[in-house]
């Protein structure tokens, strides 16, 4: 009943921005947390950041904590991750969640850096 609908993906250059969106139907979208998730080629899933019903952030990969602000618009049923100054190490596939238990996804969206 719930689905995510992960896009804006692409091949990007190192140092680059790139916007992500999730779009969400199926659910009072207001009333969950939501958050993004990657995985790496050859690596494990992690959690990137969670974004709260009250819109405070959390994030659970060092390296693109400052680089990467989660937003949500409501109105919208969105949630978005603004990707700024790309590393060759962002290459993974990102993944949208729900909340409470975020174990609901969606297709997820491949963000690939190379020069």
Not at 38 to 67: C, M, N
Not at 73 to 87: E, I, P, R, S, W
Request: net charge positive; glycine share 10%; with cysteine.
């Amino acid at each position: 009943q719930v689905q995510l609908v992960e896009s804006g993906g692409g091949l990007v250059l190192p140092g680059t921005s790139l916007r992500l969106s999730c779009e969400a139907s199926g659910c009072t979208f207001s009333s969950y947390a939501l958050g993004w998730y990657r995985q790496a080629p050859g690596k494990q899933r992690e959690f990137v950041a969670t974004i709260d019903q009250h819109w405070l952030s959390s994030y659970f990969v060092k390296s693109v904590k400052v680089r990467f602000p989660i937003s949500r618009y409501d109105a919208k049923n969105t949630l978005y991750l603004q990707m700024n100054d790309f590393k060759p190490g962002d290459t993974a596939v990102y993944y949208c969640s729900k909340g409470p238990n975020f174990d609901t996804w969606g297709q997820g969206t491949q963000v690939t850096v190379s020069s």
